[in-house]
């Protein structure tokens, strides 16, 4: 069984999540009311919880030349998934490990390697401890973020994704619901574009409000709790949707 936490400890997991270097103990004791040797302590105890494990470094490999980044995604027999996601670990250039509840593709292990004999090695070492490839490719970009409800009620919220589709080529479509307090509650579709909270090259090709879908025009003007459906030509870029999730009071 988990442990229970309270709001101090989910504010310190939310501060930790986003800049553990950069966080004072004394600016989380501040915002919650309490002191900073009560913070610490709840440090120390989420460490010893197993809840707080560690402080890892955010490297962009990539941004290193002559590096690349592979992700792996392997099946492990079930039973010996655990400790096959542990012998993976101590693999040389493997720097990740994520085990899954599922009975193929369980594994994915994240690795580095100068080159593509680096990476052929990895792969070989990988087989020999057991598991199977089911894919690999290289890894482009990884993001970060820490967890919205551990936050403080100012810290803006993302639209609420419902549904994520790709479709033939690059285009996308996402839908999801309009946070209160969105930056583009209040707007026209045409308002929208022009102050560039909507890519131009995006279309909204659905509004379903209150149980009754709208055909959208320019006139359209978005509300809190709005269903939108936008289709975009090629992927979403990181943070395109941030206009309809709620802002930073």
Do not use: W
């Not at 090695?121 to 993001?143: F, K, N, P, T, W």
């Not at 589709?165 to 707007?187: H, N, R, Y």
């Not at 659905?206 to 359209?220: A, N």
Request: glycine residues 10%; negative net charge; aromatic residues 6%.
């Amino acid at each position: 069984m988990g442990h229970r936490i309270d709001e101090i400890d989910k504010r310190i997991l939310y501060h930790f999540a986003a800049d553990a270097r950069n966080t004072a103990t004394s600016d989380v004791a501040e915002e919650m009311g309490v002191t900073p040797a009560t913070i610490r302590n709840r440090i120390d105890q989420l460490e010893e919880r197993g809840i707080l494990r560690g402080y890892p470094a955010d490297v962009d490999y990539k941004a290193i030349g002559g590096y690349i980044t592979y992700l792996f995604r392997c099946t492990a027999p079930i039973p010996e998934r655990t400790p096959l996601a542990q012998s993976a670990l101590d693999v040389s250039g493997v720097v990740g490990v994520q085990e899954l509840m599922s009975g193929s593709a369980n594994l994915l292990v994240t690795a580095v390697g100068g080159d593509t004999d680096d990476i052929n090695h990895i792969a070989g070492e990988l087989s020999d401890l057991g598991l199977r490839i089911e894919d690999e490719s290289v890894m482009q970009g990884e993001y970060h973020r820490p967890y919205d409800p551990f936050g403080p009620e100012t810290v803006p919220r993302g639209p609420s994704l419902t549904d994520f589709m790709s479709l033939a080529g690059d285009a996308e479509v996402a839908e999801f619901t309009v946070s209160k307090g969105a930056e583009i509650a209040g707007k026209t579709i045409e308002e929208a574009v022009a102050d560039e909270l909507i890519s131009g090259d995006s279309h909204v090709v659905g509004v379903e409000r209150d149980g009754e879908v709208l055909t959208p025009k320019g006139e359209t003007r978005f509300q809190a709790g709005d269903v939108v459906s936008l289709l975009s030509p090629a992927p979403f870029e990181t943070g395109s949707l941030e206009a309809f999730g709620s802002q930073r009071e």
